[in-house]
């Protein structure tokens, strides 16, 4: 039996414990703010927060995050989502939008740890995060507008 | 609604695509190959070349791409046995963890995992509790095995080891380890730690000498 908290709730899962955590947090969890990509950490359209660091979940088995806090896009919060909702808005980021949730919790969770990052820190921290519309230049744009917009 | 479910099957399945065009083929394992013993090195009577020759033994291990993959000569680890940049890009920041928001945990866990739902030729995701790369400093890759040797001896490029703490990385670290424990899917590197650590420990006894470079 695997515990766990998922968006501040506590769930318990009794499957294989070789289970994705994405596959439990859409299938069973019904979230589906998370995306399927390619299922092997290539893409990063899967990126939820596992106690609080960005983590790829299409290759986290359940097993593995017993004890653990997860946070996915549905239930991210806080002063640096406020920033990245609002900037991605302003931007009009997404095209398609598919990979945009694995964008966001990955922007999210750089602006937690560097608050103003530089154009090289946003590459390294985004670069595993592909967008086949390439808005990779509004991603950048809006990561700028969100820390900006916090130091106010 | 259905121009919607449409295209974002087609987005999924290109994203699908793009991602498997950056998979390099995963290598399946092979005969994991074999050390000669140390004591086998015996027969060769001069201490100098008995020491170079055990020395080229277990060059078997750390010229192998388990190993040399993770001491790069430039900032970004390399992948597989074709030693390509590791896909996703990714690069050594601090400590060798990674960039921040895009540190090695983002994706490597504290063991192998397996993969499961997809191609056979991806088995696994390789772990290890302390799952880095190895300093600048400590570069192998394209360097000759006299070079590593040489590299070895040399504490301002061996993490300031004496040879006794050398002997005692190569054969117990749990990181140097992984290489003979790389998960489904991945070649390990050839014997086991405990003949490996054999071999480095009657290389320095012989005096560590080195193959030319």
């Given at each position: 039996m695997?515990?766990?908290?998922l968006?501040?709730?506590?769930?318990?899962?009794?499957g294989?414990p070789?289970t994705p955590?994405?596959?439990?947090?859409?299938d069973?969890?019904?979230l589906?703010?998370?995306?399927?990509?390619c299922?092997?950490a290539?893409?990063?359209?899967?990126?939820?927060?596992l106690?609080?660091?960005?983590?790829r979940?299409?290759?986290?088995?359940?097993?593995?995050i017993?004890?653990s806090?997860v946070?996915?896009i549905?239930?991210?919060?806080?002063?640096e989502a406020?920033?990245v909702?609002?900037?991605?808005?302003g931007?009009?980021?997404?095209?398609?939008?598919?990979?945009?949730?694995g964008?966001?919790?990955?922007a999210?969770?750089?602006?937690?740890?560097?608050p103003?990052?530089?154009?090289d820190e946003?590459?390294g921290?985004?670069?595993?995060?592909?967008?086949r519309c390439?808005t990779y230049?509004?991603?950048r744009?809006?990561?700028?507008?969100?820390?900006?917009?916090?130091?106010? | 609604?259905?121009?919607?479910?449409l295209?974002?099957?087609?987005v999924?399945?290109?994203?699908?695509?793009g991602?498997?065009i950056?998979?390099?083929?995963a290598?399946?394992?092979?005969?994991?190959?074999?050390?000669?013993?140390?004591?086998?090195f015996q027969?060769?009577?001069?201490?100098?070349?008995?020491?170079v020759?055990?020395?080229e033994?277990?060059?078997?291990?750390?010229?192998?791409p388990?190993c040399?993959n993770?001491?790069?000569?430039?900032?970004?680890?390399?992948?597989?046995?074709?030693?390509?940049?590791?896909q996703?890009?990714v690069?050594?920041?601090d400590?060798?963890m990674?960039l921040v928001g895009?540190?090695?945990n983002?994706?490597h866990s504290e063991?192998n995992?397996?993969?499961?739902?997809?191609?056979?030729?991806?088995?696994?995701?390789?772990?290890?509790?302390?799952?880095?790369?190895?300093?600048i400093?400590?570069?192998?890759?394209g360097k000759?095995l006299?070079?590593?040797c040489?590299?070895l001896?040399?504490?301002?490029?061996?993490?300031?080891?004496?040879m006794a703490?050398m002997?005692?990385?190569?054969?117990?670290?749990?990181l140097?380890?992984?290489?003979?424990?790389?998960g489904?899917?991945r070649?390990?590197?050839p014997?086991?730690?405990?003949?490996?650590?054999?071999?480095?420990?009657?290389?320095?006894?012989?005096?560590?000498a080195?193959?030319?470079?």
């Amino acid at each position: 039996m695997v515990t766990f908290t998922l968006n501040g709730k506590e769930r318990t899962f009794d499957g294989d414990p070789d289970t994705p955590l994405l596959w439990v947090i859409r299938d069973l969890e019904k979230l589906t703010g998370t995306k399927y990509g390619c299922g092997v950490a290539q893409c990063g359209a899967c990126t939820v927060h596992l106690d609080g660091m960005p983590r790829r979940s299409c290759i986290t088995p359940i097993a593995m995050i017993d004890g653990s806090d997860v946070v996915t896009i549905e239930g991210i919060s806080g002063k640096e989502a406020e920033a990245v909702q609002t900037a991605w808005a302003g931007l009009d980021v997404p095209q398609c939008g598919y990979c945009q949730s694995g964008q966001i919790m990955s922007a999210v969770a750089l602006l937690q740890m560097l608050p103003k990052p530089t154009d090289d820190e946003i590459d390294g921290a985004m670069t595993g995060n592909l967008c086949r519309c390439a808005t990779y230049h509004r991603i950048r744009a809006a990561i700028h507008n969100a820390a900006n917009s916090m130091e106010g | 609604m259905k121009i919607t479910l449409l295209i974002t099957g087609i987005v999924a399945n290109c994203l699908i695509v793009g991602a498997g065009i950056l998979l390099a083929p995963a290598s399946v394992a092979q005969n994991a190959g074999s050390l000669r013993p140390a004591e086998s090195f015996q027969s060769i009577p001069d201490t100098r070349a008995r020491s170079v020759a055990l020395f080229e033994e277990a060059g078997k291990v750390i010229q192998h791409p388990r190993c040399v993959n993770c001491h790069p000569a430039t900032e970004r680890p390399l992948q597989g046995m074709s030693m390509h940049p590791h896909q996703p890009p990714v690069f050594r920041g601090d400590a060798g963890m990674g960039l921040v928001g895009m540190q090695c945990n983002t994706c490597h866990s504290e063991q192998n995992t397996p993969v499961v739902g997809q191609a056979d030729t991806l088995k696994s995701i390789p772990g290890n509790p302390a799952w880095h790369l190895a300093p600048i400093e400590m570069a192998w890759e394209g360097k000759t095995l006299g070079q590593i040797c040489e590299q070895l001896k040399d504490p301002k490029r061996n993490g300031e080891k004496t040879m006794a703490e050398m002997v005692e990385h190569m054969a117990h670290d749990e990181l140097v380890g992984w290489g003979w424990q790389p998960g489904e899917g991945r070649e390990p590197v050839p014997g086991t730690q405990d003949e490996f650590g054999k071999l480095i420990q009657a290389w320095v006894d012989t005096g560590a000498a080195c193959p030319s470079p």
